[in-house]
C-alpha cells in the first residue's frame, strides 16, 4: 500500500457520508442544499487528484481491509489508469449536474430526496470503478440498480416513471443477478475474488470448461446494465426521468458500468471468438440499430437516448474487436461520448425548462430566442455527428479505422459497411437536433415562450462544450489520461498519439461519406419519417409488457390450477405426495427375514375385527347422515378400547373409552347445531379417484406396520419398565411414563387440551357476536323436539350417579401411579359426571351450582403441573424431575406420596376443565338457540300441560 | 444445564397463564412484552452458554437418555431461539396497538405467548416424539389466534389450515410410531446412532420421506403449501408477522435437523428429493406472488419461494450450502416478520392492503418507505442487505457443487422477486392514493405510533447491521453447520450427559 493510499477509502465514502447532508441542509434553503451537496463531491474529487501524478504515470494505487475473508470479500480497492478516467468522469460530471438540479428542479421537487438518490448513486458508481474484489463489485453494481430504481421514479406521480423505474431495475437487476453466477464461476477458476488476481489469470480463465458460461453471464450483466441490443429497450424509458438523471446516469455514468466492465474484465476475457463475436456483433448491431431509431424519435430526449445506445454500442464493438487500438479508441471515445453527450442532455432539458416542451416537431428556430442555448447545443451536436475540429471527430476516427481492417466470419466488408452506415445515421439525427431544433423560423406557437436560462443552468452545458472544442482542437491535452486508462484496460505499455489529420486512409473516406450521407438523409427525412411511421416495426416494449402479462397469466394459470380453495384437492396432493415418495423410496430395497410369527386369532377378536373394518367403511358410506356416522365412530372407539383391553393395556383401553365417551357426547351436542346432513358430494369419477388415493395411503402405513411387527428389536421400554417402581416409584408404568419418564410430553399436551378449550369459547364468542347468532335464533326446531328439556327419570338417575362418578374419579386418580387409571382418565370421568348433569338438568341450573371458574381451572391446572416440574429445581436437579416418599398416618396403611401426583393433579385439572369449558361453549349457542316455549328449571314440568297443548293443537 | 435448557420455553408459558389472567386488562399486553422480553434475555444466555461450551443437554426428569426426554441445543437450536426471542419481542410491541381490546379479551396475547413457547420448544427439543408435541401446541395455537375474531374469511382459512397441518401431524405421527417400531427409541441422537443399525434401509428411507412430507407441509414446500396463502392473510397482522417469520420455519428446522443428524443414510435419494422440491418451491412460491395484487398475498408467497432456497442448502449439503441455509433461516425471520408489521402499518394508514385500493405512502409516509424498502430489498437480495448475503451463499455453494441449472433457478427468482417487490413498492408507495387520502404516520395517536413503528425499525436495523457486518454472522453459521455436518458432538453430548 503506497503513501496516503487509505484515501481511497474515503474517496468511496464520501459520496455515501454525503447522502445524509441534503435531508439535513433542505431546510436551509435550495441552494444551500445543493451546495453542501457539492461538498463531499468537491471533496472525493480533489481527494483523487492527489493521486492524478502517480496514476498517469502508470502507477495502481491499492488499498485493502478485510470484510468477510471466509467468503472471499475484502474491502479493497485500487485506482489505475481506468478507475482513474471513471472516477473523475463521475465525479466532475457529478459536480456540473449538482449545479444543474438546483435549478432545474421546481420548487414543488423534494429536493433534498434527489440529492440523498443522487450522492448514493454517486457512491454506488464510484465504488464499481475502484473495487479491486469482484464480489465488492458486484454489490456496488446491484447499489447502482437500486438507486437508479430511485431516481427514474423520482417524478412518482408520473405513470411513465414508476414504469420506467421497474422496467429499468428488471432489466439491469436481473442483468445483474446473472453477473454474480458469471463472477462466482470466474473466482471459482482462479481460486480468488481479487480483481487483480483474475487479471491476471487470463490464459488460465480461457482455457477453462467454464470460460464460456462465465462469459456469457457477466456479458448478460454488462450488455443489460448498457443497454445493448436486445436490452436496449429500457433506456429510453428510462428517460421518464428529470433530466439531470438522464444527463448523469443515463449517458455519463451508469450506462458506461457495463463498457466499464467489459474494458476492466478485457485482460481476463477478451481475445477469443467467443468474445469477438458476441461482444463485437452485439455493439455493431446496437450501434446500428440505436442510430436508425434515434433518427425518427421526435422527443429530445428519446432521440439522445437512442443516440446513447447507439454509442455504447460503438464502444461494445470496439472492445470486442479485442484489438490494442481499438481499446485506445474505445477509452477515447469514452471521453469525448461523455463531454457532448451530458452537454446534449443539458441542453435538452433546458428547452424542455423552457418551451415546455420536448417535442421536436414543435420547436424550430430556437436559436433566435435562445442564443446561448444554440452554440452549447451546436456544438455538442457538431461533435457528436463527427465533424472535425469537435472531439467526437477524433475517436470516430480511430473506430472508422479499426473497423474497415475487421474481418467478421469470412467477410472483410460487413464491419466497415455497417460502421459507416452507424456513423451517418449518427450525422443525420445529429443535423436534425441542429437543424430541427434551433434553425427554421421563429414559431409562434411553443407552449412556453422560450429564452435563455440562467447563467447556472447553462454554466455546465457550457464548461463541458468548452473540452469538446479543447480536446477537438488539441488532443494532445487528453493524451496523458487515454494512455494511462488505455494501458490499464490492455495490460501493455501503449503511447498512443491523438492527433486531427491522419493522412488519406480508408477511414477519411468512410467519414466524408457518412457526413455527406447524414446531410442528404437530413435533407429527405420528412417523407422518410412518413414511411417510418407506417412501417410496421417491434416494439421493444410491448413485447417486454407481454412477457410481464404472459408471465403474470402463466403464474395465475399455475396457481389457480393447484390453489383452487378446495380442500379435497389438497388432501389429495398431499396424499399423492406421500404415498408417491414413500413407494418410490421403497422400489428396489428388500426386507430382511421375519422373526416373529403371527399369533393364532381366537373367534372374538375375529368378530371384533370385522366389526372394526365393517364400522370404518359404514362411516365412509354413510357419512352424509351425521348422526348415524357419528354413532359408528362411537363403535370404532369401542371396538379400538376392546383390542386394547385384548392387548393388555388397560390404561389405554380406560383413556380410550372415557376419550370416546367425552367426544361423543361433545360431538353430538355440536350435531344438534349442523344441518343434519352433509353437502353434496363429488361426482363419480372423483370419489372413485379419492377412494384409490386413499386405499393405496392406507395399505401403505398398513404394510409399514405390518413389516416392522414382525421384526424384534431392542426398545427403550424395557428400561422403563425395570425403572418404574426404582426411580419412579409407581409400578404402573404406563402413568409413570406419562408424569415422570415423559412428563415433559404430557406437560405439552395438557397445554394443548386447555388451549384448544380456550380456542372453542373464543371462537364461539366471536360467532355469537356476529351475524350467525341471528341465523341460530331463527332456527325452527319445534318440529321434532321433545316439549320437556329435562326427563325427569334422568335428571333423578344423573343425581343419584353424581357422587358416586366423583368417587370413582377420585379413586381412579389416586391409584394411578400403581394401577389403571391417573389424572387424565380421572379428569375425563369426573366431566362425564357433570357433563351429564348439564344434558338432565340444564345448562342454567348447573351452572347455578358451578363454583370454580373452568378458565381458572385450565390456569391452575397448567401452573400446579409447571411448578411442580420447577420446584426441583430448588434441589438442583432438572426441571420436572420427580421425588416420592411413603408416609404413615395412623388410621390408615402407609401410602406413598409423589411429587409426580401433584403432577398428575395439573393434568387432572387441565382435563377437567378443558372439556367443561368446550362443554359451557356449546351450551351457549344452545340458549341462543333455545326457544321460549320449553321449561327452563329442571323437574318444573307438568306432564298435563303437554296433554293440553296436545289437545288445543287438534 | 437444564435450567438453561428449560427457560426460553418456561417464561413463554408463564407470560401466557399471566397474560390470561390479565386478559381483559390492557396489562395482559405488557405481560405479553414482558415475558418476550425475558424469554429473549433467557435465550441470550443460552446462547452465550453454547457458544463457551459447545452443544448442551439437560435430561427432564433426570432420567438419563435416551429413556427421558432430553433438551439440547447445539448453534443452530440456540439460534433459532434468540430469533425467536426477538421476533416475539418486536411481534408483542407492535401488538400492543395493533390487537383490538375485543380480541386481546379472548386471550390473545396468551395463545401468542404459548405459540412461541412451542416454537422454542421444538428447537430445543432432542426427542422425535416431544418434537411433535411441540407441533401440536403450536398448531393448536396458531389455530386460535388465526380465527380469532371469527370472520368468514378467517375461519375458512383456519380451517384449512388446521385441516391440512393436522393430516401432516398425523403422518408426523405416524412416522414416529414406525421408525420407533424399527428402532426403538424416540431421543433424536439415539436415532442417529441406532438407524443406520437398521437392517431394512429401504423401509427407513420411507419413514424418511413420510417425515419430508410432514415436515414438508409444515414449511410450506411444493407441492404441500395449499394452506400457508390461504390462511396468512386473514388475521391480525400481528398474527400473520409471527407466522410468517416463524411457523414455516420450525418446519425448515425440523427438516434440517432430521435429515442431517438421521436420515443421512441415502443421501442420493432423499437429497436429490429435496433438489427438485427446493426448485420447485421457489419457482412456485414467486410465480405466485406474480400473480397476487394484495399486498399481504404476495407477501404470503414469497415465503414460500423463499423457503425453497432454505431447502436448497440443505439439499446440497455441503459446509457452504449448509451454511447459507442456516443464514437464510435467520436472516429470513427478521425480514419477513418485519414486512408484515409495515403491511399492517400501511393498511392501518391507508385504508387497505389490495394494492389497487392503497397509495401516496412514498409521499405522506417517508419514513414507513424507508422502513419498506430495506426489508422489501433486502428479501430481494439487493447488497449490502442481509439477503444479499443469504442468496450469495446459497448460488455459490450450487455452483462450487457442480449445479448450475439449480444457481440458475436460484438467481432467476431472485429476478422474479425483485419484480413483484417492485409491484408493491410502485402501486402502494410511489402511486397516488386512488381516492386521493393522505396516508400520513401522524393520523395514529404517539403511543400507537411509536408502539408500531419501533419494532419495524428495530427489525431493521438488525437487518441493516447483519448487511454491513455478516462476517460474525457468517462465522456463526459456519461454526453452526459444522456440528450439523459432524453431528459427533451432539450425540455424545446427549447420550453421554447424565444428570
Known amino acids: ?954 | 444445564m437444564s435450567w438453561v435448557l428449560s427457560l426460553p420455553l418456561l417464561i413463554p408459558f408463564g407470560a401466557a397463564v399471566l397474560a390470561f389472567l390479565l386478559k381483559d386488562r390492557p396489562s395482559g399486553a405488557w405481560v405479553s412484552v414482558l415475558g418476550s422480553g425475558a424469554m429473549l434475555i433467557a435465550s441470550i444466555v443460552l446462547m452465550v452458554n453454547v457458544l463457551a461450551e459447545g452443544v448442551i443437554a439437560g435430561q427432564m426428569g433426570g432420567w438419563p437418555a435416551p429413556f427421558g426426554i432430553t433438551l439440547v441445543s447445539d448453534l443452530l437450536s440456540a439460534v433459532m431461539v434468540v430469533i425467536t426471542a426477538i421476533t416475539a419481542l418486536a411481534v408483542s410491541i407492535y401488538a400492543l396497538a395493533d390487537v383490538r381490546p375485543r380480541i386481546a379479551g379472548l386471550g390473545y396475547h396468551a395463545l401468542f405467548q404459548v405459540l412461541i413457547a412451542g416454537v422454542a420448544g421444538a428447537f430445543l427439543t432432542g426427542d422425535l416424539f416431544n418434537l411433535y408435541v411441540w407441533f401440536e401446541v403450536m398448531l393448536i395455537a396458531s389455530f386460535g389466534l388465526l380465527v380469532m375474531g371469527g370472520s368468514r374469511e378467517q375461519i375458512d382459512g383456519g380451517v384449512k389450515y388446521v385441516a391440512l397441518n393436522l393430516i401432516s401431524t398425523i403422518l408426523f405421527l405416524t412416522g414416529i410410531g414406525i421408525l420407533y417400531g424399527m428402532t426403538g427409541t424416540l431421543n433424536m441422537a439415539d436415532l442417529a446412532v441406532t438407524v443406520p443399525e437398521v437392517e431394512n434401509q429401504a423401509m427407513v428411507t420411507v419413514v424418511a420421506m413420510m417425515f419430508m412430507v410432514a415436515f414438508g407441509v409444515k414449511a410450506a414446500v411444493f407441492p404441500l403449501f395449499f394452506w400457508l396463502p390461504a390462511a396468512y392473510h386473514t388475521p391480525a397482522f400481528s398474527t400473520s408477522a409471527v407466522f410468517a417469520g416463524l411457523l414455516t420455519k420450525v418446519g425448515v428446522y425440523a427438516l434440517i435437523r432430521m435429515f442431517t443428524l438421521v436420515f443421512v443414510g441415502d443421501i442420493s435419494f432423499t437429497h436429490e428429493v429435496l433438489l427438485w422440491v427446493a426448485c420447485f418451491t421457489m419457482v412456485t412460491g414467486v410465480l405466485g406472488a406474480a400473480a397476487q395484487n394484495d399486498f399481504r398475498k404476495i407477501l404470503s408467497f414469497h415465503i414460500v419461494s423463499q423457503i425453497g432456497y432454505m431447502i436448497l442448502g440443505l439439499a446440497l449439503m455441503t459446509p457452504l450450502a449448509i451454511l447459507g441455509a442456516v443464514f437464510y433461516l435467520v436472516h429470513h425471520i427478521i425480514v419477513k416478520a418485519n414486512l408484515f408489521l409495515v403491511a399492517g402499518v400501511a393498511s392501518r394508514i391507508a385504508g387497505d392492503t389490495a394494492l389497487k385500493k392503497i397509495g401516496g405512502l412514498y409521499a405522506f409516509a417517508p419514513l414507513l418507505a424507508v422502513l419498506f424498502l430495506i426489508p422489501a430489498f433486502s428479501l430481494a437480495g439487493f447488497p449490502p442487505l442481509s439477503g444479499f448475503w443469504a442468496k450469495f451463499l446459497l448460488v455459490r455453494a450450487a455452483l462450487e457443487d457442480g449445479h448450475g441449472f439449480v444457481a440458475f433457478v436460484a438467481l432467476a427468482v431472485g429476478a422474479l422477486t425483485i419484480f413483484s417487490m417492485t409491484k408493491i413498492w410502485a402501486e402502494a408507495f410511489w402511486t397516488p392514493h386512488p381516492e386521493g387520502k393522505e396516508p400520513r404516520l401522524s393520523q395514529l395517536d404517539a403511543a400507537t405510533r411509536w408502539s408500531l413503528l419501533l419494532p419495524i425499525a428495530g427489525l431493521a436495523v438488525l437487518t441493516c447491521i447483519v448487511g454491513l457486518f455478516p462476517e460474525p454472522f457468517v462465522q456463526f453459521a459456519e461454526r453452526a453447520a459444522g456440528q450439523l455436518l459432524e453431528p459427533t458432538e451432539y450425540i455424545e453430548t446427549v447420550l453421554g450427559a447424565r444428570p
Not at chain 1, 437 to 443: K, T
Not at chain 1, 653 to 665: D, P, R, Y
Not at chain 1, 669 to 684: D, G, N, V
Not at chain 1, 882 to 890: A, C, E
Open chain 1, 1 to 954: 500500500m503506497s503513501d496516503g493510499a487509505h484515501f481511497l477509502f474515503l474517496i468511496a465514502l464520501l459520496p455515501f457520508v454525503g447522502a445524509l447532508v441534503p435531508g439535513v441542509m433542505i431546510r436551509a434553503g435550495r441552494t444551500a442544499c445543493a451546495s453542501f451537496t457539492a461538498v463531499p463531491t468537491a471533496l472525493a474529487l480533489i481527494l483523487l487528484m492527489t493521486f492524478a501524478p502517480a496514476v498517469l504515470r502508470g502507477e495502481v494505487i491499492q488499498a485493502e481491509i478485510e470484510w468477510l475473508p471466509q467468503l472471499g470479500l475484502s474491502a479493497s480497492f485500487f485506482l489505475d489508469g481506468l478507475g482513474f478516467l471513471f472516477a473523475t468522469m463521475i465525479l466532475g460530471v457529478g459536480l456540473l449536474i449538482t449545479l444543474y438540479a438546483r435549478f432545474y428542479l421546481s420548487g414543488d421537487d423534494p429536493m433534498g430526496q434527489f440529492y440523498t438518490y443522487l450522492l448514493l448513486f454517486q457512491g454506488a458508481m464510484l465504488g464499481i470503478v475502484i473495487s479491486d474484489n469482484i464480489l465488492l463489485l458486484l454489490i456496488f453494481w446491484e447499489l447502482t440498480s437500486l438507486s437508479s430504481f430511485l431516481l427514474i421514479g423520482y417524478w412518482k406521480h408520473l405513470p411513465e416513471g414508476r414504469q420506467g423505474a421497474r422496467m429499468a431495475l428488471a432489466v439491469t437487476g436481473s442483468g445483474g443477478l446473472a453477473m454474480i453466477g458469471g463472477m462466482l464461476i470466474l473466482g471459482n477458476i482462479v481460486g480468488s475474488y481479487n480483481l487483480t488476481d483474475i487479471l491476471a489469470a487470463g490464459d488460465l480463465i480461457r482455457a477453462s470448461d467454464w470460460y464460456l458460461p462465465a462469459l456469457i453471464l457477466i456479458l448478460l450483466g454488462a450488455f443489460t446494465k448498457s443497454a445493448q441490443f436486445p436490452f436496449h429497450f429500457w433506456l429510453p424509458h428510462a428517460m421518464a426521468a428529470p433530466t439531470p438523471v438522464s444527463a448523469y446516469l443515463h449517458s455519463a455514468t451508469m450506462v458506461k458500468a457495463g463498457v466499464f466492465l467489459m474494458a476492466r474484465m478485457w485482460p481476463a476475457l477478451a481475445g477469443t471468438d467467443a468474445w469477438f463475436y458476441i461482444v463485437g456483433t452485439t455493439g455493431l448491431i446496437t450501434m446500428v440499430l440505436g442510430a436508425l431509431i434515434a433518427l425518427f424519435k421526435d422527443d429530445l430526449k428519446a432521440l439522445l437516448a437512442f443516440s446513447t445506445v447507439s454509442h455504447l454500442g460503438l464502444l461494445t464493438m470496439l472492445l470486442g474487436f479485442g484489438t490494442e487500438a481499438a481499446a485506445v479508441a474505445a477509452v477515447f471515445h469514452i471521453i469525448n461520448h461523455l463531454t457532448f453527450k451530458a452537454a446534449l442532455f443539458m441542453t435538452a432539458g433546458i428547452v424542455d425548462h423552457e418551451a415546455h416542451t420536448r417535442d421536436i416537431k414543435r420547436l424550430g428556430g430556437l436559436r433566435h430566442l435562445m442564443p446561448v442555448t444554440f452554440v452549447i447545443g451546436t456544438i455538442a451536436a457538431l461533435s457528436m455527428a463527427g465533424i472535425p475540429f469537435f472531439n467526437g471527430f477524433l475517436s470516430k476516427e480511430m473506430m472508422l479505422e479499426e473497423a474497415s481492417h475487421t474481418k467478421w466470419l469470412d467477410s472483410y466488408y460487413v464491419v466497415p459497411v455497417l460502421a459507416t452506415l452507424g456513423a451517418l445515421l449518427s450525422v443525420a439525427y445529429s443535423f436534425r437536433f441542429i437543424a430541427h431544433v434551433f434553425l427554421g423560423p421563429v414559431r409562434d406557437d411553443y407552449p412556453h415562450k422560450p429564452h435563455d436560462p440562467p447563467f447556472g443552468m447553462w454554466a455546465a452545458p457550457a464548461l463541458l462544450t468548452v473540452l469538446v472544442l479543447l480536446i477537438g482542437i488539441l488532443p494532445a491535452v487528453a493524451e496523458p489520461i487515454v494512455t494511462a486508462a488505455a494501458s490499464a484496460v490492455t495490460g501493455a505499455d501503449l503511447h498512443p498519439h491523438l492527433k486531427i489529420w491522419h493522412g488519406v486512409t480508408p477511414a477519411l473516406y468512410m467519414s466524408i461519406l457518412a457526413i455527406l450521407g447524414g446531410a442528404v438523409l437530413l435533407a429527405i427525412h420528412a417523407p422518410l419519417d412518413r414511411a417510418w411511421i407506417k412501417a410496421p416495426r417491434p416494439e421493444a416494449k410491448t413485447i417486454f409488457d407481454g412477457l410481464v402479462a404472459a408471465l403474470a397469466a402463466f403464474a395465475r394459470t399455475i396457481t389457480e390450477g393447484v390453489h383452487n380453495g378446495a380442500i379435497s384437492r389438497y388432501l389429495a396432493i398431499f396424499t399423492v405426495a406421500s404415498v408417491g415418495l414413500g413407494a418410490v423410496a421403497f422400489a428396489g430395497g428388500g426386507l430382511s427375514e421375519r422373526t416373529r410369527e403371527l399369533l393364532p386369532i381366537p373367534p372374538v377378536i375375529a368378530v371384533g375385527w370385522l366389526m372394526l373394518i365393517v364400522a370404518t367403511v359404514s362411516v365412509v358410506l354413510m357419512h352424509r347422515a351425521r348422526f348415524r356416522a357419528l354413532v359408528l365412530i362411537g363403535i370404532i372407539g369401542l371396538s379400538i378400547s376392546a383390542g386394547f383391553a385384548y392387548l393388555s393395556a388397560p390404561d389405554l383401553a380406560l383413556t380410550q373409552i372415557s376419550v370416546e365417551t367425552v367426544t361423543i357426547m361433545l360431538l353430538l351436542l355440536a350435531l344438534h347445531f349442523l344441518p343434519k346432513e352433509t353437502p353434496r358430494e363429488s361426482p363419480m369419477g372423483l370419489k372413485l379417484r379419492d377412494g384409490l388415493i386413499a386405499i393405496a395411503a392406507g395399505g401403505g402405513v398398513g404394510g409399514l406396520v405390518y413389516a416392522f411387527l414382525l421384526r424384534d428389536i431392542d426398545t427403550i421400554s424395557d428400561y422403563h419398565i425395570a425403572n418404574s417402581y426404582e426411580g419412579g416409584g409407581g409400578t404402573n408404568v404406563v402413568n409413570v411414563i406419562l408424569v415422570d419418564f415423559r412428563g415433559y410430553d404430557t406437560y405439552g399436551e395438557i397445554i394443548v387440551l386447555g388451549i384448544a378449550g380456550l380456542i372453542i369459547y373464543a371462537l364461539m364468542q366471536a360467532l355469537l357476536e356476529g351475524p350467525a347468532a341471528r341465523r341460530l335464533r331463527n332456527v325452527d326446531y319445534s318440529q321434532d323436539r321433545s316439549r320437556d328439556r329435562h326427563p325427569l327419570m334422568m335428571v333423578v338417575v344423573t343425581r343419584l350417579l353424581m357422587p358416586i362418578a366423583i368417587m370413582v374419579g377420585i379413586y381412579i386418580f389416586l391409584r394411578g401411579h400403581n394401577q389403571p387409571g391417573g389424572g387424565f382418565v380421572a379428569g375425563l370421568v369426573i366431566a362425564i359426571a357433570l357433563l351429564m348433569q348439564y344434558m338432565a338438568s340444564g345448562f342454567a341450573w348447573t351452572q347455578a351450582r358451578q363454583r370454580i371458574e373452568y378458565h381458572a381451572m385450565i390456569g391452575f391446572g397448567v401452573v400446579i403441573a409447571g411448578l411442580t416440574g420447577a420446584g426441583a429445581w430448588v434441589f438442583g436437579l432438572p426441571f420436572l424431575t420427580s421425588g416420592y416418599t411413603y408416609v404413615h398416618l395412623p388410621p390408615i396403611e402407609e401410602f406413598e406420596l409423589a411429587t409426580a401426583m401433584l403432577f398428575d393433579l395439573g393434568v387432572f385439572l387441565t382435563v377437567l376443565g378443558a372439556v367443561m369449558l368446550m362443554l359451557y361453549s356449546l351450551s351457549r349457542i344452545a340458549r341462543y338457540a333455545g326457544s321460549a316455549d320449553v321449561n327452563v328449571e329442571a323437574m318444573d314440568y307438568d306432564p298435563s300441560e303437554r296433554q293440553s297443548d296436545a289437545e288445543e293443537a287438534r
